[in-house]
């Protein structure tokens, strides 16, 4: 049997450990196909086409909705000499080709990827990007660019991983960009960068998938990535909200019984088992629970996002109780997350909070 090129580019590329990172789960720029994001492909496409190609782009949205992989899908055609392409008026790069398995490999020398990565050696991923490493990325724009296409693409994933030294870096090299560099940067709350940043950048937002695109994204993951039994894959995908990774977390078994126990006993309300949720709180504040303690949040703040929709005739006084409390368990993570607090109060301060809210809101 042949090699397969997008294969040995994967192994080379899986050398180091990235932010973001699933289980045997492809790497956005080691995917060559984007689902549910036609808009966004056909707004590129036509500003290249166009020759008005603007140097900043901020590709915002959700996790796990493709901005990433439309980053990269950017740079293969951007960095591919367009007589080589099939079709170059569009995105599409062929898996086979030079750019794409150069791209996989962050080893074209018109790229960088600026992005938080496991130094060799380090047990964890550093918490943030730091300005040394903004530095050595953006020096790329210093050189020349070479090939046939001409463009340097700097893509940044993502913009919340940057410190403020780093920010202020990226921003500098943005307000005077060097002659056919562009800047694509992936940002999962773009409200909250630096405005001199958003208003430099061409905003381009992108939706939730359908759950259909969710189901077709992880049912074309290639091996080890385990295919699961087709009923966890369609609850994965119904409270995935439009995430593919949301989707892959709540295929994991221990996340997916932390979801059930959650819904579970949200649905008690305003009575759960006290034993139960004591039991969770326990599970929840153990050593690298983080994503545990996550998905049982979620659960949380989708359960009171359904019960409002459900009872939004009542008006609002009757569904203060719910709204203040859901605010007061979100501080709460957020608190408990800054000052790594024990995470015990938290869940049973959450599940106290929000049976008082049912007794006292409900009709």
Known sequence: MPPDPARAAREVARTEAEAGDLGHVPRPREQTRLLGQSHAETAFAAALASGRLHHAWLIGGPQGIGKATLAYRVARRLVADPRTLPSPDSLDVPEDHPASRQVAALSHPNLIALRRVQAPGAKTLPTRISVDAAREALAL??????????WRVCIVDSAEDL??????????????????????????????????IRSRCRALALRPLAASDVRAIIE??????????????????????????????????????????????????????????LKLAETLAGRDAEK?????????????????????????????????????????????AIYNLDRRPLVLAAFRDLAEAAGTSSP
């Not at 724009?141 to 001409?150: L, P, S, V």
């Not at 979620?298 to 008006?315: F, K, M, P, T």
């Open 141 to 150: 724009f210093g050189t020349t660019a070479g090939g046939e296409g001409g």
């Open 163 to 196: 410190n403020a030294n780093s920010a202020n870096a990226l921003l500098k090299m943005i307000e005077e960009p060097p002659p056919r560099a562009i800047f694509l940067i992936v940002s999962h709350a773009p409200g909250r960068l630096l405005p001199t």
């Open 220 to 277: 074309a993951f290639p091996p080890p990535f385990v295919r699961p039994d087709a009923a966890a894959l369609e609850r994965a995908c119904a409270l995935s909200e439009g995430s593919v990774a949301r989707a892959v977390a709540l295929l994991d078994p221990a996340t997916a019984a932390v979801e059930a126990e959650v819904s579970a006993l949200l649905a008690d309300l305003p009575e759960p088992d006290g034993r139960r949720v």
């Open 292 to 336: 545990l303690l996550a998905t049982a949040l979620d659960a949380i703040q989708r359960h009171v996002a359904a019960e409002i929709d459900r009872r939004q005739g009542e008006g609002p006084a009757r569904l203060l109780a719910l709204v203040e409390a859901a605010e007061r368990i979100a501080a709460a993570a957020r608190e408990a």
